[in-house]
């Protein structure tokens, strides 16, 4: 049974720091790509980051990029999307979904997903 489970998130001041875990169970990542998508209240879910089956990584907002890494860790069966410099717009609830091989920066085509981890930036 393939499942995604998200942890890592709570509520962090602004500059802070999380690390999100995404563990893969029911399949092994050498043939999938992970994405990290976040969705705001009220706003779509877009993606963040993702990491392919080659280890390819892929931004997906430029707003992101010096703040937020992804790496995964075949051993664990884990990705990891590790976040700094927090803003309160990077509140939201974060997802990650699963799809073959290479990353794509449309929620629709990722076949399965976590069930989120909420992360709130406040002081």
């Known amino acids: 049974q393939v499942q995604l489970v998200e942890s890592g998130g709570g509520l962090v001041q602004p500059g802070g720091s999380l690390r999100l875990s995404c563990a893969a169970s029911g399949f092994t990542l050498d043939n999938y790509a992970i994405g990290w998508f976040r969705q705001a209240p009220g706003k779509e879910r877009e993606e963040v980051l993702c990491v392919d089956s080659s280890d390819t990584t892929s931004f997906y907002t430029d707003f992101l990029k010096g703040r937020f890494t992804i790496s995964r860790d075949k051993a664990k069966n884990t990705v990891y999307l590790q976040m700094n410099s927090l803003k309160p717009e990077d509140t939201g609830v974060y997802y990650c979904?699963?799809?073959?091989?290479?990353?794509?920066?449309?929620?629709?085509?990722?076949?399965?997903w976590g069930q989120g981890t909420q992360v709130t930036v406040s002081s």
């Open positions: 979904g699963r799809r073959p091989l290479y990353c794509y920066p449309d929620a629709a085509s990722y076949n399965y």
